[in-house]
């Protein structure tokens, strides 16, 4: 799921990612470390210890920094550990939201705004907390509400850093209520909205069903 996420990016010039680790934070740092093995045939010359690889993927461009933000630690502790990695202007996604979102439209959305950040709404069914909006403005949250008239936070957001000084590296530091609310408060928080396609991985229906759209070559999130 990371590496179809990352590939949306990279496919519009964004080569630069990096990864906040949780759960099995092992096993994405030994895939990553791995990348190129995983990803190529090789031959490996037991005498020199050397290793010839044959093929090359199309990853060359990554630059990809993975950093521990704790098992347990809530999504805004884990955005403020990453300050030390993060440029004035950054883009940021949840890992389990694939869509056909034009990564380059959504940036020049937010550079134009002003704002502290913007994030892309989506309208998938009612089983996901929904945003309102007036003008391209969030002006309320609801959870988990049954109207399908607004929207949700598809991921994908864009925001300057200032935002890090509302949160804090504590574990139990949010993102979406306390933050993101006092920001939509004053007017900060921008809304993209996306008419395209959107899909997350919440549950293993949505596993077989994304797995079956790749293999039958129906990935409406493969723009590359």
């Known amino acids: 799921m990371l590496w179809h996420i990352m590939k949306i990016y990279s496919s519009y010039g964004f080569n630069e990612f990096v990864i906040a680790l949780g759960v099995k934070s092992h096993v994405i740092k030994e895939y990553f470390y791995n990348f190129e093995a995983l990803n190529n045939d090789f031959t490996v010359d037991f005498n020199s210890g050397q290793i010839e690889y044959h093929s090359k993927h199309d990853e060359n461009s990554w630059k990809v920094t993975l950093v521990d933000t704790g098992l347990n630690t809530l999504k805004g502790g884990r955005i403020k550990r990453l300050e ?16 056909d979102i034009p990564i380059n439209e959504l940036l020049q959305f ?18 996901f907390g929904e945003f309102e909006e007036e003008n391209n403005r969030v002006i309320s949250f609801k959870e988990k ?33 306390g933050a993101l609310e006092d920001l939509a408060q004053r007017g900060e928080v921008m809304v993209y909205k996306h008419d395209g396609q959107w899909a997350c991985m919440d549950h293993e229906r949505d596993v077989t069903h994304l797995n079956k759209l790749w293999n039958e070559n129906r990935a409406f999130w493969k723009v590359w």
């Open 84 to 99: 030390k990695y993060l440029d004035d202007v950054n883009m940021i996604t949840y890992g389990d939201g694939v869509a």
């Open 110 to 127: 937010h550079q134009n705004h002003g704002k502290t950040i913007t994030f892309s709404g989506v309208h998938p069914s009612g089983r």
């Open 145 to 177: 509400p049954l109207s399908g008239n607004a929207f949700i936070n598809g991921g994908y957001m864009v925001f300057n850093k200032n935002m890090l000084d509302l949160l804090t590296p504590d574990e139990k530091c949010d993102f979406e209520v």
